[in-house]
């Protein structure tokens, strides 16, 4: 009898658009995003002793042993990803893989092209298990590749993606909450022009800074607008300002969506913006006069930033009738909520 053909695995992750709620990850707050169709597809020939991908985004691939110490110290850049997840799969010898990746995501626009990266590879590589404990390896596996101390948000939102809904998220349990986007409005998404990688950022800075009110508050989830005003540092209490005002936008903006007052919804999401720029100092002169001029443009709701900030998408709610226009003048896509993560066994060469 023949041996059984080696095993060929596609996996597909969508990126994210983050409606609302932003820099609240990580203090366990509350985030309303969205997988979207755009995402990251990586399909593999299982076996071998090291991960070999092709990107068709670079011209250098990952080689990556299935032993990898230090995700942090691979080249070329995007294969850090790929380590960490390696890293953290700890797959034993001979189930390695080799196979290509490909992506409808843009790097750098705040989208969560990383996080798509690492669920694709940590299904197509064999991970067994539910979204949360798909999430949560990931984000432990992009720490490790990039430093960078994310919150699991955008590994959630890719692994747990809904059609049709957006995610309230609640990142202190990981309870994920569908709430349906009525078809009378639609996401926007407009590139600032700015790119963005949030190791050259202070991000990390703004996490520290958050941790330090805690420190003195308790948790930032648990505190009022009263707890905040007493800290008695004037940038510690600015960034627990934002963090505890943007946890109640979160419910505020589902509550609008959900009563169709979308007005209201897009007010939170204005506000929202103000508030990342003035109290949290993430975004950018770029980004500030790309959500004003969108603000003017008739049919927007409401737009702000999204994502970690310091460029990136800027993301708008839009009446839908006006959505493709608003769209087409701004070089933008309207997006749509989607499913998340899938993998499957396919037929053909790689």
Known sequence: MSAAPPLRVQARAPGRVNVIGDHTDYTGGLVLPMAIAEGT????????????????????????????????????????????????????RGHGAAGTVTSTLPIGAGMSSSAALEVAVALALGFEGG?????????????????????????????????????????????VTPVPLPGDVAVVGVHSGVPRALAATAYADRRAECEAAERELGPLRDATLTD??????????????????????????????????????????????????????????????LVARLGETPGVLGARMTGGGFGG???????????????????????????????????GAI
């Open 313 to 347: 998408v800027v993301v708008a709610l839009c009446s839908t009738p006006a959505s493709s226009a608003v769209a087409d003048a701004f070089g933008g896509t309207v997006h749509r909520p989607s499913a998340g993560a899938t993998v499957a066994v396919v037929d």
């Open 131 to 175: 979204a949360r404990a798909l999430a949560e390896l990931c984000q432990r596996a992009e720490h490790r590749a990039s430093g960078v101390p994310c919150g699991v948000m955008d590994q959630l939102a890719s692994a747990s993606g809904v059609d049709g809904a957006l995610l309230l998220i609640d990142c202190r349990t990981l309870d």
């Open 41 to 92: 597809t990586v399909t593999v020939e299982r076996g071998g002793d090291a991960v070999h991908l092709l990107s068709d985004r670079d011209d250098v691939a990952a080689d990556v042993p299935l032993d990898v110490a230090d995700p942090a110290a691979v080249e070329p850049a995007w294969a850090r990803y790929v380590a960490g997840v390696v890293a953290e799969l700890r797959l034993p």
């Open 228 to 289: 905040v005003d007493a800290l008695r540092d004037a940038t510690l209490r600015r960034r627990a300002r934002h963090v505890v005002s943007e946890n109640g936008r979160v419910l505020a903006f589902v509550d609008a969506l959900r009563a169709g007052d979308h007005t209201a919804a897009g007010r939170a999401m204005t506000d929202s913006h103000a508030s990342l720029r003035d109290d949290f100092e993430v975004s950018t002169p770029e980004v500030d006069a």
